[in-house]
């Protein structure tokens, strides 16, 4: 299709309905209705014309309830066969198939004498939002219903077989999460399900879906909508009216509705009274897409603390196979540590007992060369650096890769530094 420019759609003969704010006002037959929109070059015509059936315009919204012909013009008057049929067009966009799966978190919780337990069932999540079901075909299914700080490697892997077994029925699919990990489900998902051409979209709430002031309602129609629209792929987080990629999202605050950042990367899109408006623009997927049914839980987190001792650090080689290593500033290792580390690694191959060094620092990554102490390890013995990675991104990402068996340390590192899902820009 040409791409346009500039463009006035004109609509003639529709009937429609008028509503401003809430109240919708039946109107008569409307002889013509028209509207100007200014056009991106990369963008095509298909992009914009209402094929939701619903036309933003300021602040009146017009329902279209029949098209009899639509005009494409500048100066001229000129017929746009491809939407000759725009009715037809519409009700294949209403039509699309959406699997939304529930996993518990606060935005299924109710509220008890002992706290907030998850405990709605996925059709009664879906109950709130009535209005959503007369636009889309939506299919429920529960994953698990649990407190996000009890999702493990293991429920990573229920998601993505899931989604594996239900991927050719469904145009779309929208995970209901609880926020305190999600960002490692969405970044864990970005490894097991690769070069996918449908949107996987994780969101959740600040507050439980049934409360009188609630996030959920409107992260959960966001979600929905994206998960719906034709130019939404791969696996992102939709929170207060922002889009994440998987690999990129953190939660940064614990009490706020804007409880997620995107970590050195721009958002991908905002979503304001039901309009996405991209930033970036979605990327085409030429591979089919590739999920994978491992991952290796023996990855250790180690986190740096002034005066750390080297005590546990034997044990934890013994028992892991990945250690990361979250270090100060651009990245470093104290002297507390240094022998006693130089020590273990020592006594095996690189690939055996694989070390990452991070940052304790959220944005802008690390950089071991900047100081003696980090260049000194790094000449020393064969390591890797997250760079700007997130540490959701980097747990994950090496749970996938220690996965395979008998794996050799230059493919450990060429699938670590290989950017997958935009993870990282080194």
């Known amino acids: 299709m040409m791409p346009v420019k500039n463009f006035s759609l004109h609509i003639h003969n529709a009937r429609a309905s008028v509503a401003t704010g809430a109240e919708h006002t039946p109107q ?11 056009l991106p070059i990369r963008r095509t015509l298909d992009a914009y014309v209402p094929i939701l059936h619903v036309i933003t315009l300021y602040s009146i919204i017009v329902q279209i309830q029949e098209i009899t012909r639509i005009v494409l013009g500048k100066s001229s008057t000129v017929c746009y066969p491809v939407f000759s049929n725009l009715k037809q067009k519409v009700n294949q966009h209403m039509t699309k198939k959406l699997l939304i ?36 075909l939506l299919k429920t299914k529960a994953v698990c ?10 429920h990573w892997l229920l998601l993505a077989g899931s989604i594996r077994e239900e991927y050719h029925n469904y145009d779309g699919f929208v995970i209901c999460h609880g926020t305190d990990t999600m960002a490692y489900t969405a970044a864990a998902l970005s490894y097991l399900i690769q070069h996918s051409s449908k949107p996987i979209v994780l969101t959740g709430a600040q507050k439980p879906i ?25 696996v992102q987080i939709v929170f207060d009216g922002k889009v994440i990629l998987g690999t990129r999202a953190k939660k ?3 009490l706020s509705f804007a409880a997620f950042s995107s970590i050195n990367y721009p958002y991908l899109a905002t979503i304001q009274d039901g309009r996405i408006i991209r930033y970036l623009p979605p ?6 897409v590739v999920f994978y049914d491992r991952l290796n839980p023996k990855v250790f987190l180690l986190k740096l603390t002034p005066g750390i001792s080297p005590v546990l650090l034997g044990e934890i080689f013994r028992l892991y196979d990945c250690i990361i290593i979250e270090s100060f500033g651009v990245g470093g290792i104290p002297d507390t540590l240094e022998s006693e580390l130089f020590s273990q690694l020592s006594k095996y191959a690189p690939q055996e007992k694989v070390l990452v060094m991070t940052t304790q620092v959220t944005y802008e990554g690390s950089n071991v060369e ?34 395979e068996d008998g794996i050799s340390w230059p493919e450990i590192c060429r699938k670590f530094y290989k950017c997958i899902n935009s993870d990282t820009l080194y």
């Open 28 to 38: 008569a037959a409307c002889p013509c209705f028209s509207f100007q929109r200014q």
């Open 101 to 136: 799966l529930t996993t518990g978190g606060t935005i299924a919780s109710v509220k008890t004498p002992h706290g907030l337990i998850p405990a709605l069932t996925s059709e009664e999540l879906l109950s709130y939002l009535p209005e959503i079901g007369s636009d889309f």
């Open 145 to 154: 219903n649990l407190d996000s700080t009890d999702i493990t490697p293991e």
């Open 210 to 234: 049934g409360s009188e002031i609630t996030d959920a309602k409107a992260n959960l129609r966001d979600s929905i909508l994206y998960a719906a629209d034709p130019h939404s792929r791969g």
């Open 252 to 254: 940064t605050k614990t």
């Open 283 to 288: 990327s085409i997927e030429k591979n089919p």
């Open 370 to 403: 900047t100081y003696e102490v980090g260049r000194r390890l790094n000449e020393t013995f064969s390591i890797l650096e997250a760079k700007d990675m997130t540490l959701e991104a980097v747990l994950t990402k090496m749970m996938w890769i220690m996965a």
